[in-house]
């Protein structure tokens, strides 16, 4: 499967500030997914993202506040803007191996904002 | 729209011992399955799926699985238990959406203590 990483591992930021996280893979795929997972919580999706279009955003998460970048087949940023303490999270990115029809998912960023 | 219960939240169980954590998903169609642990301060790791074929799946780390279309259930299982076991388990439903690709519904997690 394919290795994934994230930067930062972690962080703890100010509020009203924002934060880009990095998701790099070893190898090239189509789909990346980016997750949150809020304390004591399960993991909701944030967006699809697509190699050379918009991401696609699911209900209850905006581009103004969770912007990404997918530059090429093997990078991903997520940018969360505005930050509040309200967006303390793991934040996760995944891909998918379409020949397994299967998500893999990084190490996650955990993100503190005070 | 997909959605996957996991009616237990914490499950103490005594090394050695079996585990059985429980998952029902709804979906229309023929579901894609998973199964996810996440250890301390982890990402998720994938033990098992199930696409078709047999109902019966064998994963990663002595794990299995068992589809029952009858009871939309895909409980995971574990004959005998090992410390580090100790993990937050997740099962998710996949709608294959060929615009989108795989979206994965998450349950909301099962957190197993092993105890000594």
């Known amino acids: 499967s394919a290795v994934i990483s994230q930067k930062p591992s972690r962080d703890i930021c100010q509020r009203g500030t924002s934060l880009t996280i990095q998701c790099q893979v070893d190898?090239?795929?189509?789909?990346m997914f980016w997750y949150r997972q809020q304390p004591g919580q399960s993991l909701t999706l944030i967006a699809t993202?697509?190699?050379?279009?918009?991401?696609?955003?699911e209900s209850g998460f905006v581009i103004d506040k969770f912007p990404i970048s997918r530059p090429n087949l093997t990078f991903s940023t997520l940018t969360v803007s505005n930050m509040s303490p309200e967006d303390s999270s793991i934040y996760l990115c995944?891909?998918?191996?379409?020949?397994?029809?299967?998500?893999?998912f990084g190490p996650g960023t955990r993100l503190t904002v005070l | 729209a997909q959605s996957v219960t996991q009616p237990d939240i914490h499950i103490t169980v005594s090394e050695g011992a079996s585990l059985e954590l429980r998952c029902n998903y709804s979906?229309?169609?023929?579901?894609?399955l998973f199964w996810y642990v996440q250890s301390p301060g982890q990402g998720l790791q994938l033990l098992l799926k199930?696409?078709?074929?047999?109902?019966l799946v064998q994963g990663i780390k002595g794990f299995e699985a068992e589809f029952k279309r009858s009871q939309s259930s895909f409980n995971l299982r574990k004959p005998s238990v090992h410390w580090s076991d100790a993990a937050e388990y997740f099962c998710?439903?996949?709608?294959?959406?060929?615009?989108?690709?795989?979206?994965?519904?998450f349950g909301g997690g099962t957190r197993v203590l092993v105890k000594p």
């Open positions: 995944s891909v998918e191996e379409r020949e397994r029809d299967t998500q893999y």
């Open positions: 190898s090239q795929v189509t789909m």
């Open positions: 993202a697509n190699q050379g279009s918009e991401a696609t955003y």
């Open positions: 979906y229309g169609a023929t579901p894609y």
């Open positions: 199930y696409f078709s074929g047999d109902t």
């Open positions: 998710a439903v996949g709608a294959v959406l060929l615009a989108a690709g795989n979206k994965l519904t």
